[in-house]
């Protein structure tokens, strides 16, 4: 089944507690990106990369860290979290970076940083 | 500044009847307007792309409809059920293929 997975689905940590959430996709797409979803506000880019060993900055990429080592996998990195990082973490991936690309989703990651 | 902003917030309708949700957006130039189905807990389904051409597209009981000249767009649920109970986003996409998401519409389907 062709699908975007993400791990863990629940994480609750405390402040500064290095911490990764995982993202893997195997539709051996070449564009994968991180959004983060808080109430009110619409999704927001963290950060996307556009292949293997490319990534780039998107809205919010303060306290992020990524890498792109594989095409299928492109693990999100807090290195210090902080409380205002609580929210629900979405990795999605698409053929190409144009957005005529459909994007598929994975199923979220809520983070609660205390 | 490129904005999307949806209406209502969230809405309640019973099972079998029909509803509109609203998206107008900001956003120049304008590249495209897609519509996601967010279930909850699960992550967002594209349900159509419109471009600037297009005035209506249909998928299922999910029409869409964009007017570019008042840079609007609709999407109606037909006879709903009670699985059409989700959020549903507007994104608008610029000539630069930068995405613009809208905080979503929350419907529930009460039977």
């Known amino acids: 089944e062709a699908q975007v997975t993400q791990n863990p689905r629940y994480l609750i940590t405390v402040t500064g507690k290095k911490l990764t959430v995982t993202c893997s996709q195997n539709?051996?797409?070449?564009?994968m990106s991180w959004y983060r979803q808080d109430p009110g506000l619409g999704l927001r880019q963290i950060y996307y990369?556009?292949?293997?060993?490319?990534?780039d900055k998107g809205d919010v990429p303060e306290g992020y860290k990524v890498s792109r080592k594989e095409k299928r996998n492109f693990p999100l990195i807090l290195e210090s979290p902080s409380p205002n990082q609580t929210s629900l973490y979405f990795c999605?991936?698409?053929?190409?970076?144009?957005?005529?690309?459909?994007?598929?989703f994975g199923p979220g990651t809520r983070l609660t940083v205390l | 500044k490129n904005q999307v902003e949806q209406s209502p917030q969230s809405l309640i309708i019973l099972e079998g009847k029909n509803c509109t949700l609203q998206?107008?957006?900001?956003?120049?130039?304008?590249?495209?307007l897609r519509w996601y189905k967010q279930d909850t807990g699960r992550g967002p389904v594209s349900l159509t792309i419109?471009?600037?051409?297009?005035n209506t597209k249909s998928n299922g009981r999910y029409t869409a409809t964009l007017d570019a000249d008042t840079k609007q767009s609709s999407l109606h649920i037909t006879a709903s059920q009670l699985s059409d109970s989700a959020s549903y986003i507007c994104v608008v996409s610029d000539g630069y293929n930068k995405l613009i998401f809208g905080a979503g519409t929350r419907l529930a389907v009460h039977p």
């Open positions: 539709m051996n797409h070449e564009y």
């Open positions: 999605a991936s698409s053929r190409g970076g144009s957005s005529y690309n459909e994007q598929f």
């Open positions: 998206c107008n957006y900001t956003v120049s130039p304008f590249s495209n």
């Open positions: 419109m471009t600037f051409s297009e």
């Open positions: 990369s556009m292949n293997v060993e490319v990534t």
